[in-house]
C-alpha cells in the first residue's frame, strides 16, 4: 500500500532552518505531483509549496515565498521542503501529500495520499 513518511521535522528557533523529506513507497512517484500542508492548532490546513511531476513547475504560498523552497528526487521517490528564516508563525504540523498529475500545482484539492504529519516548532 502507498505509504509517505515525513521526517526533519523538529524544535528550532526563530531565523532558523529545517529541511523536512518525504519518503514514498509503493507509488510511481514520477507520475505523482507533490505537495507540502501545514496545520496549526485551531487553523485550516494550508497547501506550503506543491511541485510537479517534472520538478519544474511550483508554488509557494505568500506567506513563505522567498524562504521556503520545494525539490523533488525522482530517482530516490522522495520530495524535500526546505525552510529558511523560519518564525513562530509558521508552528504547525506539516503534512507531504501525493496527486496524480494533470491539475495546476497551485490547485490545493484532490490529493490521493497522505503522510503522517511531522510537527515544526519555531520558539520566539
Known amino acids: 500500500q502507498v505509504q509517505l513518511v515525513e521526517s526533519g521535522g523538529g524544535l528550532v528557533q526563530a531565523g532558523g532552518s529545517l529541511r523536512l523529506s518525504c519518503a514514498a513507497q509503493?507509488?510511481?512517484?514520477?507520475?505523482?505531483?507533490m505537495g507540502w500542508f501545514r496545520q496549526a492548532p485551531g487553523k485550516e490546513r494550508e497547501l506550503v509549496a506543491a511541485i510537479n511531476w517534472t520538478g519544474f513547475s511550483k508554488y509557494y504560498a505568500d506567506s513563505v515565498k522567498g524562504r521556503f523552497t520545494i525539490s523533488r528526487d525522482n530517482a530516490k521517490n522522495t520530495v524535500y521542503l526546505e525552510m529558511n528564516s523560519l518564525k513562530p508563525e509558521d508552528t504547525a504540523v506539516y503534512y507531504c501529500?501525493?496527486?496524480?498529475?494533470?491539475?495546476?500545482?497551485?490547485?490545493?484539492?484532490?490529493?490521493?495520499?497522505w503522510g503522517q504529519g511531522t510537527q515544526v516548532t519555531v520558539s520566539s
Open positions: 509503493e507509488l510511481t512517484f514520477s507520475n505523482y505531483d
Open positions: 501529500a501525493a496527486r496524480r498529475a494533470g491539475l495546476p500545482v497551485s490547485v490545493q484539492r484532490a490529493y490521493d495520499y
